[in-house]
């Protein structure tokens, strides 16, 4: 177990180290980092100057050495759009909000898809199973920025619920409901047919025979085994929604974290917070799926991590 | 908990376990049974209609130029707001136009033929490296294998927006720049699918054989290998298209996708949003359930053709309909 968690740890840093180098020479040969730091005004030999004094037309594997050192310094450089705050402490500014909005739609979409699919699961092709599958489709089949604005026309223009925006919890209701319900669909589909499989299975009738009621066969035995592939897909989610869904969203709603960053970031060509964002990102993707495949492991004795 | 447990539903319950033991896989036959004949016309009815919407989607796309009533890029302020023609307009705007006077109809049909033509794209694109990378690392295994099997699972850990967005803001958004991105950053599904089974395929008799009387190694992956992807390659080069659907609207909401002079239905999305929340919804509603039938119509599509590839799955169906009638449930 300690050998296989080394040996991922050293495949995570390899996912890390490429993400950066990929972000670090696109950024670079492509793009231009002191576009956005002068005013408009300034001269072009304004720019070539300030390019000399950022080191930016020094060769690039000297660039990247020097990057190399102050990376393990901690120092990802000074993010230009919060002018003057280190991008890394910009990351952490905005991290927790977007680890709120991710905890809170997570939680939601556990929540919900557990018993929506162990009750589906009961009756395979009936009423509620199908009205389940197709609501999941439909989840699966709606853009997340579109349902937002459903939810906000519905819930913030007309019935005047909830605010958005930055703000507290009840700011954050919609917007967890919003990355919650397409993850809600895909992960009742996954308890279902998990259920379905056990509760055919063989163990699940030696435990009927043996006068087990439902309950405890549910919820002891065959929810233990359809925990599996659960796991697996919920992870899945959470590092989606930490990299990718959570930056739509908080666009939608305007909620103030590292996903609205991001695409700020990102049109002002912020290149030094674009790579501290990247680089958090990459870190905690590889954390979570070491997570989960440790959870697996947990679950299933029988898995062999290899 | 016996309450639970009608007799019926016991003696039912025994039905499928006896069938499992025969197909080993339940509750899709039950699901068939009880949902009789209906059920499964329902479901043909939804893989037909949604057949049908895509194909005129597919059309109107083709033929914007010549359906849609005007330049969907020429705005025009004395017309701001335009009611559509069922609310007293007139048919020179016939759904209306936008606070900028942009003809409502034109954008969403050329949106449909920007996201028609990224999904195509992008599917061609991608699945044609990811298949070739797939075929050689299968095919040749061993070294070449590890490493290109190890840069797939780097990649696939790559947080893929935010890379996207950044690519995007780099080199600019326009329909064939933005269609590469999304390639680049979504081939690998189908080069593992192609490894997976170039793998199970190359070990099989027939292939020997041809290796035996001397076959090319490109004759063999040509004519005895390849086949074999088509069926699971339609069906998700069809779930690709879906999301590559999204992927783009996404990008293009965020306004890091393609940007004007492009017409896209996820930039249009972004523009009501900000301008027409709390004034004609309708704006957003428009390309937004546009957008979301032709995603659902395609994944509708690609359940109906996984069947309708898969000769067992048919046959499945067929023996389901057929006791059905026979038993007059």
């Known amino acids: 177990m300690g050998r296989y968690i080394g040996r991922r740890l050293i495949q995570g840093l390899v996912v890390i180290f490429g993400v950066t180098v990929f972000v670090f020479v696109v950024t670079r040969l492509i793009g231009d980092p002191v ?45 230009s759009y919060v002018r003057g705050t280190p991008a890394l402490e910009v990351v952490f500014d905005y991290l927790p909000r977007t680890l709120q909005l991710v905890a809170v739609g ?21 009423t509620t199973d199908r009205v389940l599958t197709t609501l999941s489709l439909i989840g699966l089949s709606m853009p997340q920025f579109f349902l937002g604005y459903v939810l906000m026309i519905a819930f913030t223009v007309r019935l005047r619920w909830f605010e958005t925006g930055p703000g507290g919890f009840m700011n954050l209701v919609l917007p967890s409901i919003c990355l919650a319900l397409p993850a809600v669909g895909r992960l009742a589909v996954v308890v279902r047919s998990a259920m379905i499989d056990e509760l055919n299975s063989q163990y699940v009738k030696v435990a009927k025979a043996k006068g087990l009621t439902r309950r405890r066969i549910l919820g002891v035995h065959a929810l233990r085994n359809a925990g599996i592939p659960y796991v697996t897909l919920l992870g899945w989610e959470v590092i989606r929604a930490i990299a990718g869904y959570t930056v739509v969203v908080e666009s939608v709603f305007n909620w103030p974290g590292l996903g609205f960053m991001a695409s700020t970031a990102v049109k002002n060509q912020d290149f030094y917070l674009i790579q501290a964002i990247v680089f958090v990102v990459a870190v905690m993707v590889v954390l979570i799926n070491i997570a989960v495949d440790i959870a697996y492991k947990l679950l299933d004795p029988r898995v062999k991590l290899s | ?85 069922w609310n007293g307009g007139s048919w020179s705007n016939p759904m209306g136009a936008d606070w900028q006077g942009y003809d409502v109809l034109s954008r969403l049909l050329y949106g449909a033929r920007t996201s028609l033509f990224i999904g195509l794209l992008v599917v061609a694109l991608a699945g044609t490296f990811g298949i070739i990378v797939g075929v050689i ?188 009638k026979a038993g007059g449930m």
Do not use: C
């Not at chain 2, 040749?140 to 890379?163: A, C, E, I, N, T």
């Not at chain 2, 329909?175 to 192609?194: E, H, K, P, Q, S």
């Open chain 1, 35 to 79: 576009k956005f730091m002068l005013p408009l005004s300034a001269t072009p030999e304004q720019r070539e100057a300030r390019r000399d004094a950022m080191g930016l037309n020094d060769p690039l594997v000297q660039q990247f050495g020097r990057f190399l050192r102050d990376l393990v310094q901690g120092d990802l450089g000074e993010s």
């Open chain 1, 106 to 126: 997570m939680l939601l979409a556990i929540v919900l898809s557990i018993p929506l699919g162990v009750i589906a699961s009961r009756k395979p092709g009936g």
């Open chain 2, 1 to 85: 908990m016996s309450d639970e447990y009608t007799a019926q539903h016991a003696d039912e319950e025994h039905a499928t376990d006896d069938e499992a033991a025969i197909q080993g896989r339940p509750y899709e036959i039950s699901a068939a049974r009880r949902g009789g004949l209906f059920g499964e016309l329902v479901r043909d009815k939804l893989g037909f209609a949604s057949a049908l919407f895509l194909t005129l989607l597919a059309l109107a796309a083709l033929f914007a130029p010549l359906l849609a009533p005007d330049d969907p890029n020429r705005g025009n302020l004395s017309r701001s707001m335009a009611s559509p023609v």
């Open chain 2, 137 to 324: 690392s299968g095919y040749k295994g061993g070294r070449v294998d590890r490493w290109l099997m190890g840069w797939v699972d780097v990649q696939v850990s790559f947080p893929g927006l935010l890379l996207a967005m950044l690519l995007v803001a780099l080199v600019g958004g326009t329909v064939w720049t933005v269609a590469i991105i999304l390639a680049v950053n979504g081939w690998m599904v189908y080069a593992r699918m192609t490894r997976g089974v170039v793998l199970s395929v190359r070990e099989r008799p027939f292939v020997e054989a041809a290796e035996m009387v001397g076959s090319s190694p490109l004759r063999v992956i040509t004519k005895h290998v390849l086949p074999n992807l088509v069926t699971p390659l339609a069906t998700l080069a069809v779930l690709e298209f879906a999301r590559i659907i999204l992927a783009e609207a996404a990008l293009s909401f965020l306004g890091l996708g393609i940007q004007y002079p492009g017409v896209t239905w996820g930039l249009d999305i972004a523009r009501a949003g900000d301008h027409e929340l709390f004034g004609n919804q309708w704006l957003i509603i428009y390309p937004g359930l546009l957008l979301s039938l032709t995603v659902l119509a395609v994944n509708l599509l690609s359940s109906w053709l996984r069947v309708m590839l898969d000769p067992q799955e048919r046959e499945k169906r067929y023996a389901a309909s057929v006791t059905d």
